[in-house]
């Protein structure tokens, strides 16, 4: 395949960044769409201009450290994948392929194709894990799981952290995200004592940094793994009676 | 090329300190006779750990809630992406909760045997202790482990062993593992204790007077090098499987920070003890950047097979049962397809020498579903390997629910890495190494779910109850600070390595030389090695390393993100590497695990080990650049598993 790429390339956070035209010739259909850029690569360091920047790291779809906008979609064109999954085969001979980084404020463009997605670990940091120093647990089965809260649980978990959700939202919003990582832990009985405290915490972390939802729905379209706005509905419920609880508390505090 | 023996085998610089007495009290009688921080005093050390994965995370993690100051430092942009994320199939514990005649002696037993008795008991011992309270520590933090409908954990089998005792996560086991260490991390970090630097890679480990005292960091956004001292510093690196280029391990694996500490005086321990593990994608061409892995769980619904005629060229849904071998149900009645990594990959890899290999290339062989999917049906597959089958059909565009699998043997994981003693501190005082960084637990082969269980065990469990012993001798001294001499020369040596690589100004680029690399390795010290091929090898990489120093093409900056340049150090680091693990090979004469050289096999041509002249560890010291390694030995013993050759027959 002969293919014509349109790629960002900007020098780092603080320089202006440009589109710039590179040819791909011979391209495996069978290559990945990384192994396809890393031979662009080759090619550009052969005639002395430097390679273009991208993050990837497992190469298959479980890390999330890769990301890129390609033809206007997070991950490119196939539902559930990231974007070390996808293919060439997904495309055609002579196609011309547009390829960015995510664009979202809180994500600061590094370098080329690399952004800063530290904004999600400060979510986490606030309120994204139960607290339980190690070595103070139980034995494990002591504390039975109904199935179908761990298959819940687990669903939410499949989450990757590679922001497609974000790049995807009109708004730039982090919902899903941040709704997969509290859902995750609060759908379980061990995430249930910090329940509350996590949805208020994460909630307002994550409304320093990213716009607000207004179920446009692209975050769950974008999702490498198919992670369901559910969670965002969960998230809500959890917030707003979050609010009534601590509400009601602060009340009582006062009258003693 | 003739290799250094130690004139004293079991040198005075090995001592492995284990404890004496019965191996099942070792451990708890080593943790109350080991030297204590108390709580009050614990602020008052700083602690460096480099690496996020889950050996990482959960030491970093661990150190903080006891009260230290930690300061952790990965390469990747945060610390939730660590390769231990891509591990599939599940953790090991000795739980016995499937009433299968499981225990923790069961556990140590089958990880000694699997290792093929190259590794030491009583640290094997302690991981299968430790097991138990791995799972109860995960469970606690909200890792969502598979259930059965009463709510109680579920298990599966794994190869090597003939319980039930691998807890999983879907096939995301080891991401929801590093994810629940990631968060206990970052729950430090806001809490206080710990400081986490991301996108910063370690290149130097400070030693003073034999001590470790700190470490070199390059931030990988601005090219700034750091210099950060604390008392102890706290390797969790990985593995070294990226030596051959193509291998199953993320794009970032190095080998360089334990490298580094090999310089700087840490032995290293069996470098050729590597795991090619059966169960991978086979490669596609020549462009392809890594190989993917198919976790060996499917081993426990899967069939193997390969057509009895070399020449059929039909379909393999064509082809009728009595026209295919199931080879490993031949070969291995007992353990059929779930034998270990190694028995596994070799028979592979015999079927492709014997040209019965299958698909386009003739480079794999079948991995078929169609009975169990009969059997179970197609929703109980799709329950227990769903996400596997969507990953492997996005590779290939080929459906596994309809046509078997196709797989070949690929590097995985490396058994071997920096030598350690039972606190997990290597040869240099203060430096430490856990997880597949050291090589203490797995002996020639690691048993499948394994991996994981010695990354939280180190983390979690060990080094938090071990790391006080060393401590505790310097109450109230400050680390040495880092406008010391020891650091400005290892800040000074990072830079002006950094700057021969801009300045060689060759034509090629890093990766063409680290694909030479891993042909070389993986033809000659990879699944079968030979003292020809070795030699060979040897030379080989030494022509590629002056080859490299002489023709490297870097473009860029070192003041910038410049991903050429931090390649240019890792493969630079390999080329080393590759050399010693070549020489091990070379030395080490017998078959063994992961190590099989094709002299020493019997005659059906499994492993032929040498227990008189090889029961021991191999601990590499590093001389000089123009001096090769000095071979130091730390004697094996086994008093609770005797040594037999291996059967699974």
Request: with cysteine; net charge negative.
């Amino acid at each position: 395949m002969d293919l014509t790429l349109k790629v960002w390339r900007q020098a780092s956070s603080e320089t202006e960044g440009e589109f710039k035209t590179y040819p791909a010739s011979n391209v495996s259909p069978d290559a990945s769409f990384l192994e396809m850029l890393d031979e662009v690569n080759e090619h550009l360091n052969e005639i002395g201009e430097e390679p273009i920047a991208f993050d990837s790291d497992c190469r298959e779809g479980i890390c999330g450290t890769c990301g890129l906008m390609i033809n206007g979609y997070p991950h490119g064109p196939q539902d559930g994948t990231a974007t070390c999954q996808l293919h060439m085969r997904k495309f055609n001979d002579g196609d011309s392929i547009t390829i960015e980084p995510w664009r979202a404020t809180a994500f600061p463009v590094l370098r080329d194709l690399i952004v800063d997605r530290s904004p999600f670990d400060e979510i986490i940091q606030a309120g994204g894990y139960i607290s339980v120093n190690t070595g103070a647990a139980q034995d494990a089965n002591n504390l039975p799981v109904p199935k179908e809260a761990a298959d819940a649980s687990m669903d939410a978990a499949a989450c990757i952290g590679c922001a497609a959700c974000v790049a995807a939202c009109p708004n730039s919003a982090a919902n899903l995200f941040t709704a997969a990582k509290m859902q995750q832990l609060n759908l379980l009985p061990q995430g249930n004592p910090e329940r509350y405290s996590r949805a208020v915490a994460m909630v307002e972390t994550m409304e320093q940094y990213f716009g607000s939802c207004t179920n446009h729905g692209e975050c769950e379209k974008a999702c490498p793994k198919n992670i369901s706005i559910d969670f965002i509905g969960m998230m809500n419920r959890d917030y707003v009676k979050a609010q009534f609880k601590f509400t009601a508390r602060d009340a009582q505090n006062k009258g003693k | 090329m003739t290799t250094q023996h130690s004139p004293n085998p079991g040198s005075p610089a090995l001592d492995p300190k284990i404890p004496p007495g019965p191996i099942q009290d070792r451990w708890d009688d080593h943790k109350f006779s080991v030297k204590l921080v108390n709580p009050a005093n614990k602020r008052k050390y700083d602690i460096i750990v480099i690496g996020t994965g889950l050996a990482g995370a959960s030491a970093a993690a661990s150190f903080g809630e006891l009260g230290y100051n930690v300061k952790v430092f990965t390469h990747n942009d945060s610390a939730r992406r660590g390769h231990s994320i891509a591990a599939q199939g599940g953790i090991n514990a000795a739980k016995n909760y499937r009433n299968d005649g499981d225990s923790i002696y069961r556990l140590f037993y089958d990880t000694v045997k699997g290792g093929d008795f190259r590794s030491r008991e009583t640290n094997v011992y302690r991981l299968a202790q430790v097991s138990n309270e791995i799972i109860d520590q995960t469970v606690a933090q909200g890792v969502p482990y598979a259930r059965e409908y009463g709510g109680l954990l579920d298990n599966r089998s794994f190869g090597g062993a003939q319980v039930s005792r691998t807890f999983y996560a879907r096939g995301q086991t080891g991401q929801q593992l590093l994810l629940g260490a990631y968060q206990a991390l970052m729950r430090q970090v806001e809490i206080g204790p710990v400081e986490l630097y991301t996108r910063s890679e370690m290149l130097e480990v400070a030693v003073k007077d034999g001590r470790a005292v700190g470490v070199v960091v390059r931030d990988l956004v601005t090219g700034e090098i750091t210099a950060h001292s604390a008392h102890a510093v706290v390797l969790a690196t990985g593995g070294y499987s990226n030596v051959y280029f193509l291998s199953t391990n993320a794009m970032n694996c190095n080998a360089t920070a334990v490298w580094r500490a090999h310089r700087k005086g840490a032995y290293f321990a069996n470098p050729c003890f590597t795991q090619i593990h059966p169960t991978c994608i086979p490669a596609s061409d020549e462009h392809q950047s890594k190989l993917t892995l198919m976790s060996e769980s499917l081993r426990n619904d899967g069939r193997i097979w390969v057509p009895v005629d070399p020449d059929d060229r039909r379909a393999p849904n064509d082809i009728p049962e009595d026209e295919r071998d199931y080879y490993l149900e031949r070969q291995y009645p007992a353990f059929g397809n779930l034998v270990p990594r190694d028995v596994a990959s070799r028979a592979a890899m015999r079927m492709i020498e014997q040209n019965r290999g299958i698909g386009p290339l003739k480079n794999g062989v079948y991995l078929d579903f169609g009975e169990a999917i009969g059997r179970l049906g197609r929703a109980k597959i799709e329950e227990r390997y769903g996400n596997l089958f969507e990953m492997y059909e996005r590779i290939t565009d080929e459906d596994p629910y309809e046509v078997p699998m196709r797989i070949y043997p690929a590097p995985h994981y490396t058994m071997g890495g920096l030598w350690v003693d039972y606190n997990l501190m290597t040869t240099v005082p203060g430096l430490y190494a856990i997880g597949e960084a050291n090589f203490s637990d797995h002996g020639a082969n690691r048993l499948g779910a394994s991996a994981l269980m010695q990354g939280l065990a180190d983390g979690y469990f060990v080094i938090p109850n071990t790391i006080n012993d060393y401590l505790s001798d310097y109450l109230n001294t400050k680390p040495v600070p880092t406008d010391d001499e020891v650091f400005m020369q290892a800040v000074a040596q990072v830079r002006e390595r950094e700057q021969q690589f801009l300045d060689i100004n060759g034509t090629r680029s890093v990766d063409y030389f680290h694909r030479r690399l891993g042909h070389l390795m993986i033809d000659y010290c990879g699944l079968a090695r030979s003292r020809e091929g070795l030699e060979k090898a040897i030379a080989e990489i030494q022509a590629l390393k002056e080859e490299f120093w002489r023709d490297l093409k870097v473009l860029g900056t070192n003041d910038s993100l410049n991903q050429s340049l931090e390649r240019a150090g890792r493969v630079a680091d390999f080329l080393e590497l590759a050399e010693l693990m070549c020489r091990d090979a070379l030395d080490r004469e017998e078959s063994c695990g992961g190590h099989f050289r094709v002299e020493h096999q019997t005659e059906d041509g499994e492993a032929k080990r040498d227990d008189e002249d090889y029961a021991f560890v191999s601990a590499w010291e590093w001389v000089d650049s123009a001096t090769p390694q000095a071979l130091h030995k730390e004697p094996l013993t086994f008093e609770y598993v005797p040594p037999s050759q291996r059967s699974y027959k």
